[in-house]
């Protein structure tokens, strides 16, 4: 059984930093590409940075030069770490890994405040 586990949101002020983490089970996150999505509130959900199988990276327009994804083999966790965080960074921010098959965690909140 595949599980996603994201922590580490919370409520910060506009400039400051918070860490994602997705500890995946089932799953060998190096295998699969993984990514973060974001969910504003009443809004789709958006890609925020993506991790292939090889190592590419790719990012949102809007994360370019502040956020880094980035993965742990030894905890089979994937990062991402937000910098200088602006109020539209607000929303539910999820774990996807996907390979044959396409896998969420259930989310975790971040809060950026004026």
């Known amino acids: 059984q595949v599980k996603l586990v994201e922590s580490g949101g919370g409520l910060v002020q506009a400039g400051g930093s918070l860490r994602l983490s997705c500890t995946a089970s089932?799953?060998?996150?190096?295998?699969?590409?993984m990514a973060w999505y974001r969910q504003g509130p009443g809004e789709p959900r958006e890609l925020v940075a993506r991790?292939?199988?090889?190592?590419?990276?790719n990012y949102a327009d809007s994360a370019k030069s502040r956020f880094t994804i980035s993965r742990d083999t030894v905890n089979n966790t994937v990062y991402l770490q937000m910098d200088s965080l602006k109020p539209e960074d607000t929303g539910v921010y999820y774990c996807?890994?996907?390979?044959?098959?396409?896998?969420w965690g259930q989310g975790t909140q971040v809060t950026v405040s004026s």
């Open positions: 089932g799953i060998i996150v190096s295998s699969y590409t």
């Open positions: 996807q890994a996907t390979m044959y098959a396409t896998y």
């Open positions: 991790i292939t199988r090889s190592g590419l990276k």
